[in-house]
């Protein structure tokens, strides 16, 4: 199948070119993603995550955070004349580039804020779009995925969605637990993301939405990021092609095709499902969605268009 294009919800590949790991254009140095890859995989715009480690939380998140956020704009200017920045919705009006792919930056974990509100509006304006409420623990906004408690959102969480939606940045709630999903929803006068997630009816990991979640999302006209990671897709010791699609099929069935994406967490997993090894490999993706009988209009909304739809509604 030769018409798809791909935008990606997550990647955590920025964090080794910030260790000096990696210059992220070349499959040469290792890793799961690079531009080099991601053009051979037909990728058109790329969630970059500035992911902050729990090393870091919660007393130099900020700073920490804000390193990954400079590195990132390295990492753009370095190669401007195959790269840009994302910023307003105005901008997808240049995808697909025949040269140039699109990079949105998002940060994983509200720690980058702590406890105060002004930080959103700053990392707004250093062109960050996109944000996780939380990791997988509990920070000032929320309790993440990862705790015992199910507490809603605190005070200072309300805040943040009131302000995320008036400045236009995309609410992630990957990672969240699940009180403080459904309190994100009950708030929130926009779309809502979960960038990098899978469904739990097939593998029960926390890490996983419902059914109810999953349908609460698409009637809000948010998207779900299918995640490749095997542990969020099978209770095996590995993962193929056939589980992705699996998941896929699940979400599209439980609440409609216009709420899957893709969200490959690519550089934040240790190991990826057999014939997904890099960014590369998404025509073969595309090919196992088609042979499993999606027609060429549904994997196109899998694999941008429904992105497209949820970003202009949300970017200003």
């Known amino acids: 199948m030769e018409s798809y294009w791909v935008i990606d919800g997550h990647c955590d ?63 753009i200017q370095s190669n401007s004349e195959k790269v840009f ?23 994983e974990g509200g720690e980058i804020i702590g406890n105060s509100l002004f ?11 996109a944000m996780g409420l939380t990791w997988n623990q509990r920070n000032a906004i929320a309790d993440g995925a990862g705790e015992k408690t199910q507490s809603s959102l605190t005070q200072f969480g ?47 990991h926390p890490r996983n939405l419902t059914d109810e979640q999953l349908k609460a999302l698409s009637r809000q006209g948010g998207i779900v990021g299918v995640n490749f990671y095997p542990q969020f897709l099978t209770q095996e010791a590995e993962a193929g092609l056939q589980d992705v ?5 699940h979400i599209a069935e439980v609440a409609g095709v216009e709420a899957v994406g893709l969200g490959s967490d690519f550089d934040g997993i240790e190991n990826t499902p057999k014939g997904l090894e890099g960014a590369n490999k998404y025509d073969a993706l595309v090919q196992a969605l088609s042979d499993s009988g999606f ?11 429904n992105f497209m739809r949820f970003l202009s509604t949300v970017l200003k």
Request: charged share 25%; glycine share 6%.
């Open 158 to 204: 309300e805040n943040v969605i009131l302000r995320m939606n008036e400045l236009g940045m995309i609410i992630d709630v990957s990672h969240l637990n699940e009180a403080g999903f459904w309190h994100v929803l009950e708030l929130s006068s926009q779309p809502v993301l979960a960038s990098h997630s899978c469904a739990y009816a097939l593998c029960p």
């Open 119 to 129: 930080l959103l509006d700053i990392i707004y304006e250093l062109g960050v779009r």
């Open 85 to 107: 920045l994302i910023k307003q919705r105005e901008d997808l009006d240049r995808l697909p580039s025949g040269s140039k792919m699109g990079c949105l930056l998002s940060v």
């Open 13 to 75: 590949s920025i964090l080794d070119y910030l260790d000096g790991k990696r210059s992220l254009t070349s499959p040469q140095e290792g890793g799961q993603w690079d531009l080099e890859r991601a053009q051979e995989g037909k990728v058109i715009l790329q969630f970059l995550a500035a992911y902050i480690e729990s090393q870091y939380k919660p007393e130099r998140g900020t700073l920490r955070g804000l390193e990954l956020i400079h590195a990132a704009h390295r990492f």
């Open 245 to 249: 699609v699996r998941h896929i099929r």
């Open 295 to 305: 027609s060429q209009t549904e994997i196109e909304k899998i694999t941008h268009r």
